[in-house]
């Protein structure tokens, strides 16, 4: 009987913690600011006590990102910036690597007192601009905040015993080769997929359709697969990040592994590499350079109180020589202040969004390349 | 000086990494990935070796700790451990809970060791390996696991098959990653289904929910077949019980091992291939499924096998051998380590930590185990109607959980819950359906692979010889199968005669 007692009560025990755990927004559970007094040279364990004060303090707010990985710079940018605007506005804030869908969804759908931020990179207008998902989430059905940081480091690569180590050698080799082609593994819908039509139509307006012709897409994939794709030889050159790719640069990898990596989306510090624009890409007469923007973005009728907190607290963080620090230690680049105010960063992501747009309507469907 | 960093504070966050591990590869709905992305973040305020610590003991308890509700309550814990659940459960009916329990926990840590092991002395070798497994040799594999639908489908192939061929059509449902297009997801359900049904709802729904719902239309009455405590003799645990069990231990840990190298194979297709084998290579495969502690050694040693040989892409050539070691990368790039080809040279100090951390897990997720488990083998006499209620809770706090939160899991969740049930109404197979699901959507992504590689050329899979050994395998497998199904039905109609 008494036996009976105590596991009735366990089990009792066990779905109030259940029922507990159901009821904390999104499943998360808070992270408080980093521990002080680490001993670690992470990143984000210098994130500093900020002022801590806003209409948010003490509360918990979701931060979704669009993308399923937490190991990808989308997760690594919002958790940083999360940690510090935890500090700054004194509220307990997690990141939720929910996917673009699922996170459009929640800003879709939530409400606009600022519990629940998306933070995300182009992706965020690009997958309504390719189609991914549909015009109910354009930017207009949300509140653009402000901007957080910025990822230059796209990059093609190819194998190091491959004829070329530059976009501008690749267009070469098609010239010089009629009968040959090469074959780029992308993404589609994502920045992998603009950088790769701005080339194709690069190549398509100063060589003509029939070196353009011989640019072959291999569609999917993550940067895993990329990588074994390249080393199989079945891509030729494959997208990714330099962070990922630039290991596989180095003296002493063995010579199935060994790349070259070339074409970055902008000037990445600490790492020697040409960006599209420095090997001549161009795009409507100017150099193309396209590094990931990441933003904040909230839902339509977002409190404009709530957002200028955001706004604040986001010039203090970007302006604070740690941040700053920990942003290059991932390789990605801080803002300026004035890049980050509301005004500023809805200007920005509204213009590179018609970019973008005039890009994608004038690049051929990856159907017809594959 | 050590050549490796260990201290009592490493030695008490691997314990807790494992114990917390157990608990969250026992609750079903929570995985082994999922303990390591919860972790991750705790271990800014730590060094790399430390963290190693803390993350390996989370992986190595979650991939064990899923043997615990699969056994006494039959429900995998964790993807890998479906295949735990064949015979494991059948033992825990017969009143062979803790037999089996700890049947389970010794092959689990042979499981471990001998990946270790393969991780220490052959890891160049084994990437090397793995280099010359491209995406056709990978779809061949994925093929050679399905297989085992035929092998577990005696008696009733046609609907056997039938269930795989159903599971790797619902898998394929979402978005279509070349085209981005939409495949069997109505207009109004894409921001919901872009990914289609996550593995971890439609399992537990399947397994979980639904046996509830049959019981529940039973009366909820207490099963057990026999309450014996385990004080008989017979159904006492013993190391006796791995007699003749050798080669299936080793090669099963084999299997896992391998399949961990195998970047994007997965932990669920070695638990898979590895009982297959067993069957196959059986001396009394008619016993598997009901109760034999045959298949259970190949499921758990097969499971855990899988930690060190993930490990073995990751840190040779910088690409994750399964989801959890995935996830193992954020904390090297949070510590400003990158993991690839170079690592282990340039590292030799955290290579080092490495291994002790994980023989170290090992041991404590077989202590922390092995012992106790006398008093958690106890779950399975706890009336139905008291266990039930928190089992569904749980259920729909992993399934919510699955992906960060969100209710559509959760229905998907009920959802599997009545298709399981209607499956059982109708006598298919909820397992094969299960195994196609699992397997559909890694076949058609190297199927696609290969495809496009090849120009569009079929013969791209039979091109290369270690593509000609696989369809060995696969031939051979489905042929034995075949047979055996054939003999049983022979056996049954003389039976019938008589």
């Not at chain 1, 673009?100 to 929640?106: I, T, V």
């Not at chain 1, 010579?255 to 161009?282: H, R, Y």
């Not at chain 2, 490796?4 to 082994?32: D, E, K, R």
């Not at chain 2, 092998?151 to 046609?158: D, R």
């Amino acid at each position: 009987m008494k036996l009976k007692k105590i596991v009735s009560l366990l089990l009792s025990g066990a779905m109030a913690l259940s029922m507990a755990a159901c009821t904390v927004g999104g499943g998360s559970n808070s992270t408080a600011p980093a521990a002080s007094g680490s001993d670690s040279n992470a990143p984000a364990a210098a994130a500093p006590a900020g002022a801590g004060a806003s209409s948010l303090k003490g509360q918990n707010v979701r931060v979704v990102i669009g993308s399923t990985s937490t190991s990808g710079d989308s997760y690594m940018i919002a958790d940083l910036v999360t940690r510090y605007l935890s500090a700054e506005m004194g509220f307990n804030g997690k990141v939720d690597a929910i996917g673009n869908a699922a996170a459009l969804d929640e800003i879709a759908n939530a409400k606009g007192d600022g519990k629940t931020v998306m933070m995300f990179h182009d992706m965020t207008f690009l997958s309504v601009l390719f189609g991914s998902v549909s015009e109910d989430y354009a930017l207009e059905t949300m509140t653009v905040g402000p901007r957080i940081g910025q990822n230059p480091g796209g990059c093609f690569g190819a194998a190091a015993e491959s004829p070329y180590a530059k976009l501008s050698e690749v267009t070469q080799y098609l010239i010089d080769n009629p009968d040959k082609t090469v074959s780029f593994n992308i993404e589609s819908g994502a920045t992998s997929h603009l950088c790769f039509a701005a080339y194709y139509l690069y190549v398509q307006e100063t060589h003509g359709d029939e070196v353009a012709g011989r640019i072959k897409a291999i569609v999917g994939g993550t940067t895993a697969e990329k990588l074994q794709r390249l080393w199989d030889r079945n891509a030729d050159v494959i997208y990714g990040d330099t962070s990922a790719f630039a290991q596989y640069t180095e003296e002493g990898v063995q010579d199935q592994l060994k790349m070259n990596m070339f074409g970055s989306c902008g000037t990445v510090n600490g790492v020697e590499i040409d960006s599209m624009a420095d090997d001549g890409v161009t795009f409507n007469g100017a150099p193309f350079d396209f590094a990931k923007d990441f933003c904040m973005y909230f839902p339509k009728d977002m409190d404009a109180s709530v957002l200028a907190e955001y706004e604040a607290a986001m010039k203090k963080v970007t302006e604070d020589p740690q941040f700053q620090a920990d942003m290059a230690k991932l390789f990605y680049n801080a803002l300026s202040a004035d890049e980050v105010g509301v005004e500023a960063s809805q200007k920005f992501i509204y213009d590179k969004r018609e970019m973008c747009s005039e890009l994608i309507e004038r690049s051929p469907s990856l159907d017809s390349l594959t | 000086m050590l050549p490796f960093t260990i201290g009592i504070s490493q030695i008490l966050v691997a314990a807790m990494g494992v114990v917390v591990g157990i608990i969250f590869g026992a609750i079903p709905g929570m995985t082994a990935t999922m303990a390591v992305a919860v972790f991750l973040p705790l271990t800014y305020a730590y060094d790399l070796e430390t963290a190693l610590y803390l993350l390996l003991g989370l992986y190595v308890g979650g991939i064990s700790g899923g043997l615990i509700p699969a056994i006494l309550i039959n429900i995998p814990g964790t993807p890998s451990s479906i295949t735990t659940t064949f015979d494991g459960y059948p033992m825990a009916k017969r009143g062979a809970g803790e037999r089996a329990l700890k049947v389970g926990i010794v092959s689990s840590f042979v499981g471990g060791i001998i990946s270790l092991i393969a991780l220490a002395l052959f890891t160049p070798l084994l990437s090397a390996a793995a280099l010359k497994f491209s995406s056709v040799e990978k779809f061949l594999i994925i093929l050679f696991a399905l297989t085992v639908i035929a092998a577990l489908s005696k008696g009733q192939m046609l609907r056997g098959i039938f269930a795989g061929f159903f599971g790797v059509l619902i898998s394929l449902m979402g978005m279509f990653s070349v085209n981005n297009a939409y495949r069997m997801v109505p207009d109004f359900m894409r921001s919901k289904m872009q990914d289609g049904f996550q593995l971890l709802p439609v399992l537990i729904g399947l397994f979980a929910i639904s046996q509830i719902f049959e019981e529940a239309e039973e009366g909820m009455r207490f099963k057990v077949e026999k309450m014996d405590n385990g004080t008989s003799s017979t159904e006492k645990f013993s190391f006796a019980d791995f007699k003749g069990q050798g080669v299936n231990l080793i090669r099963s840990s084999l299997i896992g091992t391998f399949m961990g190298v195998l970047p994007g194979v997965g932990g669920s297709a070695a638990s898979i291939l590895a009982y297959a084998q067993a069957k196959n290579f059986s001396k009394h495969p008619e016993l598997l499924g009901t109760g034999a502690a045959e298949g259970l050694v190949a499921s758990e040693a097969s499971n855990n096998g899988l930690t060190g040989g993930a490990l073995i892409p990751l840190l040779s050539l910088g690409i994750p051998g399964d989801s959890t070691t995935a996830v193992l990368i954020s904390a090297f790039m949070l510590q400003g380590i990158q993991v690839g080809p170079l690592f282990i040279t340039q590292n030799p100090n955290t290579w080092n930590t490495i291994l002790v951390a994980l023989l170290l897990c090992n041991i404590i997720m077989f202590v922390c185990m092995f012992y106790p488990i006398k008093w958690i083998s106890k779950i399975i006499y706890i009336p139905r109607q008291r266990l039930y209620p928190v089992i569904i809770m749980i259920c729909i706090v992993g399934a919510y959980a699955t992906k960060n939160g969100r209710i559509f899991d959760v229905w998907a969740l009920l959802i599997f819950g009545i298709v399981g049930y209607i499956f059982g109404k109708i006598k298919i197979p909820a397992s094969c359906f299960l195994i196609g699901f699992i397997l559909g959507k890694d076949l058609e992504n190297y199927f696609i692979q290969s495809i496009s590689a090849s120009g569009g050329s079929l013969m791209v899979f039979f091109s290369r010889p270690i593509g000609w050994f696989i369809w060995l395998l696969i031939v051979a497998s489905v042929a034995y199968a075949l047979w055996d199904n054939a003999k049983d039905k022979k056996k049954k109609a003389a039976e019938a005669a008589q």
